[in-house]
């Protein structure tokens, strides 16, 4: 089995910023971290990708490219996101993601969160105006 646990959500105000980072243990072996990331949910909307990394690439979404970044450790079972410039609608819970279950052209999707096997239990992001 594998467990993710996210720490770093909390409350911040617009344009200030936020770090979370999410730590793999268990059974980590096998392609369990060749792709990991975040996906976010806020309330009544579906669960989004943030940003994923691994198998050499990096990706983002729209709204956080160029103010979110992700990052790895070097063993490779962290991923941190670094959230600068945030906004309102940045609110949601944050989920830390791992374990592939696809690829997309040979990169780590970003496309849906049932393209991944392991999830955290989240952590709430709220940002105020």
């Known amino acids: 089995q594998v467990t993710l646990v996210e720490s770093g959500g909390g409350s911040v105000q617009a344009g200030g910023s936020r770090r979370l980072s999410c730590v793999a243990s268990?059974?980590?072996?096998?392609?369990?971290?060749?792709?990991m990331g975040w996906f976010r949910q806020a309330p009544g909307k579906e669960r989004e990708g943030v940003a994923v990394t691994g198998l050499g690439a990096t990706f983002y979404g729209d709204s956080v490219e160029g103010r979110f970044t992700i990052s790895r450790d070097i063993a490779g079972n962290t991923v941190d996101l670094q959230m600068d410039s945030l906004r309102p609608e940045d609110t949601g819970t944050y989920y830390c993601?791992?374990?592939?279950?696809?690829?997309?052209?040979?990169?780590?999707?970003?496309?849906?969160?049932?393209?991944?096997?392991?999830w955290g239990q989240g952590t709430q992001v709220t940002v105020s105006s």
């Open positions: 268990g059974s980590v072996y096998g392609d369990v971290t060749a792709c």
């Open positions: 993601a791992a374990g592939p279950r696809v690829l997309i052209g040979g990169r780590c999707s970003m496309r849906s969160d049932s393209d991944y096997r392991y």
